[in-house]
């Protein structure tokens, strides 16, 4: 009888085991299956690198569209219908952030790791003003924010401050568009990007402080930063979320 109890005993012991063994495979296999699960850190560093590889991918007609739309400014906001554009003139060749923009912009940008600029100039559609618009590519989203809030705190008083260089199209309203001619100055980040743009007279007006002419101001923060929004919705669009099958040679 104590023979038997002992055999039934070491039968049990050797199912249990046998299924901790077969629950543990089965354990395994699924984590091996289950999607990967990254850490915030390296979400962070994969979407940077899906960002910052667009400026690479995309078209330069893309990245600066023909045209783009913006919001007027605070003093022609009482029609929520109106919407103003500004039509692209031109797209530069790619520069270094040395040969792109002002010493003081080109320092900070180079610091935070600036790969390269992208430059285009656009008129808006009055054919009053007239902008160039400058992407910085920086090798993380930190790094641009970085950056963007260094060139901003180094703004001038009078609304010029350190900015991208201006390109000039011949047989077009930007011929004249000179550095001398630069009136306003912002810059704004979204992801691996920092864009840069500066904006004067579509005439030969050299430069002088318009804070004291509200509505050119108004105009002409509206024109700039809002083809500054358009390049940035290109370059810096959500990325998806990182994911990972968990299979060998993920």
């Known amino acids: 009888m104590a023979r038997r109890r002992r055999a039934r005993y070491l039968a049990v012991t050797l199912l249990v085991l ?3 063994g077969f629950f543990g495979s089965v354990a395994g296999l699924a984590s091996q299956v289950m999607p990967r699960r990254f850490t915030p850190s390296q979400q962070r560093q994969i979407t940077d690198w899906e960002m910052g590889k ?11 569209p023909a045209s783009v739309s913006y919001p007027p400014p605070a ?4 029609d929520p219908s109106l919407t103003l554009s500004a039509q692209r003139v031109g797209i530069a060749s790619q520069a270094s952030c040395a040969v792109a923009a002002d010493p003081t912009a080109a320092a900070v940008l180079d610091r935070d790791g600036c790969t ?4 285009a100039t656009y008129v808006d559609e009055t054919g009053s003003y007239v902008m160039t618009v400058g992407a910085a590519v920086l090798p993380g989203a930190a790094r641009a924010a ?20 201006t390109v000039r199209f011949a047989g077009t309203l930007a011929a004249g568009f000179s550095n001398g ?4 100055s912002g810059v704004l980040s979204a992801g691996t990007y920092v864009v840069l743009y ?27 930063a809002g083809t500054a929004r358009a390049v940035l919705s290109v370059l810096a669009a959500p990325v998806p979320s990182p994911r990972c099958p968990g299979t060998a040679g993920c």
């Open 18 to 20: 046998g299924a901790a």
């Open 54 to 64: 667009r400026w690479r991918e995309l078209p330069a007609g893309v990245i600066f």
């Open 75 to 78: 003093s022609l906001a009482d």
């Open 116 to 119: 390269a600029m992208l430059r």
């Open 146 to 165: 970085a950056a963007a809030g260094a060139i901003t705190a180094d703004g001038g008083s009078d609304g010029l401050g350190p900015t991208v260089h």
């Open 181 to 184: 001619r630069r009136q306003l």
């Open 198 to 224: 500066t904006i004067g007279y579509a005439d030969s007006r050299p430069r002088e402080p318009v804070a004291g002419d509200s509505y050119a101001h108004g105009e002409m923060l509206s024109a700039g």
